[in-house]
DNA sequence: TGTACATCAGTGAACGCGCGTTCACTGATGTAC
DNA sequence: TGTACATCAGTGAACGCGCGTTCACTGATGTAC
């Protein structure tokens, strides 16, 4: 059965927004085609008027902008300063909550193994985020861009390590000596 | 055809350091039974007579002791202090090479993914590494703790993310900045 | 504005494939005498 | 020490299953008159 064309456009959307919610959740091999559309909704055999294979799926689901999770705290007018953003994305719920967290934290393991379009978009999408970080840092703009690249590795590291590891009492460890360490180079 | 008591205590050792070396490289879902078996100089059907499943060999590898890669070099009387492994561990040669790199980085997003043993046994071994870090660390004992934790975390971090990049250059910002950071804390 | 029909988004079963796992069999090992 | 045989590590084909992908079909949409 046919659906109008702005349906179609919204199913294509709501797709889009479950694999992503899908693949950060439990990454790239762990969600098939089948379980992403009837997230979205829909039945597997609608998937291919939509996107020309899961490899495409994944590369656009690497693209998505805005940047999904914590991110958004970071757009302009949100108000919510530097420490406010690292307090956010090192917070316990972030670990939890893969589903509506960071694509790169959750994907970057994952993008390593890919090749072509995916890795492509993913590395833009990290750049991007990497001048998000720029934009709120404070100091000459030499300085600023290394320390928003070794504070996304601060972030991303920790987040992971922290959701990776079965001891509730550890993650929390790893969480906070990362603030720590990040708000100390802050009052440097 | 039987082997040894010997020869087959050595087929397992076997088996599990294919096993570490190919999950590095193409994380848990990437190399299958008959793929390790293979790799180990034997045939698939005589997997099952050295591991319950393919979850307790994920179980044993995230166990391995000692870790590899270049946690190597501060096991005691290396000589290597903590910048010489900070600099080695944060060389573009261990973002290419993952099948002998840091198990840590290359599958902690697998393990974040999984429950029981395999995350149970990762837990213990992110421990004993920080363990390693700390040991290496100046200062008090209270501090050390929390700055390994970050150490770890932002080491992690940057060689996930550098390999998850498809951009040379962005890559070796990546590693560069962080060394960089890491130095900055040790001189401060 | 109403009608007739071509278009095409979505359905759901089917395909080949590779996966983890099982099992009947093989033949060298290691033990009992 | 030498022989007979039970043990069991390893073989390789087979199993069921879920995966990504294909396709004949359905029926509402949107166009042509």
Redesign the interface.
Known sequence: MKVSRAQAAENRASILASASRLFRA??F??AGITELMQAAGLTNGAFYGHFASKDDLMAQVCAAVPPPGPWSLLAEGSGVGLDGFITAYLHPDHVRN?ADGCL?A????????QIGPV??R??HT??QLADLLCAVLPGAAARR???A??T???????L??A?????PA?AD??L???I??LR??GS?
């Open positions: 439990k990454g091999d762990g893969r790169l959750a994907l970057a393991g994952d993008a390593a193994r890795r492509r993913f590395t990290t750049a861009r290394d320390r690249l070794s996304l590795a601060a972030l991303v590291g920790a992971t390590l959701r990776a590891v079965d001891d550890l460890q790893l906070r000596a990362t720590a360490s100390r180079r440097a």
